[in-house]
Structures are given as C-alpha cells and as structure tokens.
Nanobody, 121 residues
Framework: QVQLVESGGGLVQPGGSLRLSCAAS????????MGWYRQAPGKQRELVAA???????KYADSVKGRFTVSRDNAKNTVYLQMNSLKPEDTAVYYC???????????????RGQGTQVTVSS
C-alpha cells in the first residue's frame, strides 16, 4: 500500500525553480514530521529539509536560502519549493516520514517512490 506519493520533479535550467509535492495518508501525516532527502549517483543520501507538525523546520546547509519546506495539514501534503537551482541539486528526491527533535532527524521506513530532479542547461 503506497502511503507517500511524490510529484513535481523534472528538468530545469540552472537558476530555475521547481516545487515538489508529497501526498501522504492521514495516519502518517498526523503522526510524523515530514522530510525530504535526496540521493544522487555516487553520493551519500542527504537530508534536504524537514518540517514538524507544528511547522518547525530544518535545512541542509547546501540549500538554506534557496529551498523552503512547508506542509498543508488540511491536504496531508508536504511541499519543497526549490529556487535558484544548481546542477549539484540533481538527484532523486524522496519524501520521508520521521521525527525531528532539536537538530536531529530520525527517519522512519516510510518513504515515497522518489521523483527525479535534473538541473541542466
């Protein structure tokens, strides 16, 4: 049973923008903080951003000031607005449910299928 579904990836030129969406089942969205992480070929998985149910956020240093995570609790959806995209942002982006406490992100096994983001001219 698919419980997290990402959308919004694609090909964009450097400097462009994309917005990713992740629709979650209510039982997940009401219980967990939500995070976005990315995986590029040959690179370690990286947490990009996370947001608690109350709206507290955490960002990777590499995306601060460019990416914004938000959630719509009425729609059970979390978003990742990505601006000023760079080629190094190219990766598969995954939505993940977890726990955000202090500066620590504790992921669960609940994640979506991923959406490809490619930044290239």
């Amino acid at each position: 049973q698919v419980q997290l579904v990402e959308s919004g990836g694609g090909l964009v030129q450097p400097g462009g923008s994309l917005r990713l969406s992740c629709a979650a089942s209510e039982n997940i969205f009401s219980r967990y903080a939500m995070g976005w992480y990315r995986q590029a070929p040959g690179k370690q998985r990286e947490l990009v951003a996370a947001i608690t149910r109350g709206g507290s956020t955490k960002y990777a240093d590499s995306v601060k000031g460019r990416f914004t995570v938000s959630r719509d609790n009425a729609k059970n959806t979390v978003y990742l607005q990505m601006n000023s995209l760079k080629p190094e942002d190219t990766a598969v982006y995954y939505c993940n449910a977890g726990l955000l406490e202090g500066s620590g992100w504790y992921p669960s096994d609940l994640r979506g299928q991923g959406t490809q983001v490619t930044v290239s001219s």
